[in-house]
């Protein structure tokens, strides 16, 4: 392991100090940011409008380093994953997901999942450890560099960047937020607030801190209209029930101007589960006063699952009844899983895992 400094394990704030500790002014720090995020540039001596001798100490003393990709798989329907090295012998995956006009990246934000939600293969792989800074916006990097980070006639950069991958995001916060600043950044990748989205499984406490501190896009994975239910399908319910996660959304709405005022609510429809006309009635009454738009997902197979995709008569069926309800519904399409890179296939490798009743009570 290098003792240099990897820069991108740096917040903006930080990076910005750390010009300074180098008796430099903050704004060498915007330039590094542009070099990094916008140019894909990792050669200090490539920054051609930093000054000689300040390249001399970056290269003394810091590198940029992004996880290393390991493997690079292609869907037919163009989705392509990348597992990339975390260390010890432990993948983590990213997934981009192309469309005519856009390119959606999926990023992970821990090695495996303390949540353990019981149809997702994530929760299934287990949890070893929170990923640093550097292994999260790592990830955006390393897919810039292999889409492009500007656009041109022969391709699109990264327009929307997804935190859906392995891991509950709210669970591993400080680099988190640091990733938003940086994807947020006129400096860095410049992205819209309404274009980079955190999902959570519904960590309330977590949700109602960060309201007014930072401004993205927020998804609720919910999957079931009743902490009964829920309490089986998302086990963190156990300690934060519906209700409270509810009132916890709505507060983070009432502070956000990147949800047009609604959350997306995730919703997995596994048959003979949750997929009953009853149970979309009684997600109705659930949702009936929290201004949102539902995305339902039929369920992704995967090895090792008991769950099954429902047939189209019953996603149709649920869909209607909550349509007809007034509310806006998507039907997910599925994207990418002849690689297993669909919503809920991600695995990647994982070893030294804490088992969820082992996990620091600081992390669940």
């Known amino acids: ?173 400080k680099p988190v937020l640091a990733t938003c600043e940086i994807l947020l950044s006129d400096y860095a990748f410049a992205l819209s607030k309404r274009r980079v989205t955190i999902s959570t499984s519904g960590i309330a406490p977590v949700i109602s801190r960060i309201a007014g501190k930072i401004d993205v896009a927020l998804a609720l994975s919910l999957h079931a209209p009743d902490d009964e239910l829920r309490d089986e399908l998302v086990p963190i319910n156990r300690k934060y029930k519906i209700s409270e996660v509810l009132a916890a959304v709505r507060e983070y709405l009432a502070k956000s101007n990147a949800n047009c005022g609604k959350v997306t609510i995730e919703y997995v429809l596994l048959d003979g589960v949750n997929d009953s006309i009853e149970q979309a009635h009684a997600l109705c009454r659930l949702l009936a006063d929290l201004p949102c738009k539902i995305n339902l997902i039929p369920f992704n197979p995967h090895d090792g699952a008991s769950y099954r995709r429902p047939s189209g008569n019953r996603i149709e069926k649920f869909f209607r009844i909550l349509s007809d309800a007034g509310f806006t519904v998507v039907r997910r399409t599925t994207r990418g899983d002849d690689i297993a890179a669909a919503c809920g296939q991600l695995a990647g490798q994982v070893k030294n895992r804490l088992s969820r009743q082992n996990v620091p009570s600081k992390q669940i």
């Not at 430099?24 to 070099?35: C, G, N, S, T, V």
């Not at 990792?42 to 001798?53: A, Q, R």
């Not at 290269?59 to 975390?86: F, M, Y």
């Not at 260390?87 to 983590?92: A, E, M, P, Y």
């Open 1 to 173: 392991m290098s003792d240099k400094i990897n820069l991108l394990d740096l917040s903006i704030a930080e990076l910005k100090d750390f010009m300074v500790s180098l008796g430099e002014k903050p704004f060498r720090a915007q330039q590094l940011l542009r070099w990094i995020y916008q140019f894909g540039i990792s050669d200090f001596d490539s920054m051609t409008n930093i000054k000689k001798d300040l390249r001399e100490r970056l290269n003394e003393l810091c590198e940029i380093r992004a996880p290393e990709v390991v493997s690079e798989q292609h869907s037919a329907d163009g989705t392509v994953k990348w597992a990339l090295d975390a260390g010890d012998g432990q993948l983590v995956e990213t997934v981009l997901i192309p469309e005519e006009d856009r390119n959606t990246l999926c990023i992970s934000t821990q090695v495996g999942c303390p949540v353990g939600c019981a149809f997702c293969r994530t929760g299934f792989s287990g949890f070893s450890r929170n990923l640093r800074l550097s292994e999260i916006i790592g990830q955006v990097w390393r897919a810039s560099c292999s889409v492009g980070f500007s656009k041109n006639e022969e391709h699109k950069p990264i327009s929307n960047v997804v935190m859906m991958g392995m891991g509950e995001p709210l669970l591993n916060l």
